[in-house]
Nanobody, 124 residues
Framework: QVQLTESGGGLVQAGGSLRLSCAAS????????MGWFRQAPGKEREFVAA????????YYRDDVKGRFTASRDNDNNTLYLQMNRLKPEDTAVYYC?????????????????WGQGTQVTVSS
């Protein structure tokens, strides 16, 4: 059974930074792509970033490119999302998900086993 636990969210002013973590209880963490997604109130969950099983390939939504960086520590079964130059429109609950294969994609349908999420609020 896969369990994901996100942490690191909080309230930050526009222009600030946060680092999200996702601890995964999965025996073969290093074999799966991982993804970050977010959901704002009244909106559907959307893709933010994805990273391949090795960390060698990453994808980002256009409006976070150059500001967000996804990384992973396969020795410690942990996924990260470094978020810099945050904007009010980044406000959402952020979730991590496990990919169905080791290859990163940008499609939410290719991920599952969601964590409980961590709230990120960016004030203007």
């Amino acid at each position: 059974q896969v369990q994901l636990t996100e942490s690191g969210g909080g309230l930050v002013q526009a222009g600030g930074s946060l680092r999200l973590s996702c601890a995964a209880s999965i025996r073969t963490f290093s074999g799966y792509a991982m993804g970050w997604f977010r959901q704002a109130p009244g909106k559907e969950r959307e893709f933010v970033a994805a990273i391949s099983f090795s960390g060698g390939t990453t994808y980002y939504r256009d409006d976070v490119k150059g500001r967000f960086t996804a990384s992973r520590d396969n020795d410690n079964n942990t996924l990260y999302l470094q978020m810099n130059r945050l904007k009010p429109e980044d406000t959402a609950v952020y979730y991590c998900g496990v990919g169905r294969t080791g290859f990163a994609t940008t499609s939410i349908s290719d991920f599952g086993s969601w964590g409980q999420g961590t709230q990120v609020t960016v004030s203007s």
